[in-house]
């Protein structure tokens, strides 16, 4: 995959939203939670006004409805703005 976000944004591989069960009933797809951590892919190079903190291989908390969807090679990614980024994890 070769892709770069421009200034401000990142691009980030959500981690798989965990499956419940309760008593023997699985969740669908679509009744799971959006996930709220994910892997830093690519950053682009930030802006004159906001410096790029965020780094590549970065772990990161995102608000439940940052970013935008996209699908490259069959895989889901998100492109969101380094200020939707709400926490690294050390």
Do not use: F, H
Not at 28 to 56: C, F, H, Q, S, Y
């Amino acid at each position: 995959m070769n892709i770069k976000p421009l200034a401000d944004r990142v691009l980030i591989e959500p981690t798989a939203a965990e499956e419940t069960t309760m008593a023997g009933i699985i969740i669908p797809d679509t009744a799971k939670e959006k996930p709220l951590k994910g892997k830093v892919l690519a950053v682009g190079n930030g802006t004159k006004d906001e410096e790029m903190v965020l780094k590549e291989d970065d772990t990161v908390l995102y608000g439940k409805y940052a970013g935008t969807e996209v699908e490259l090679e069959g895989e889901k990614y998100l492109i969101m703005r380094q200020s939707d980024v709400l926490a690294v994890l050390g």
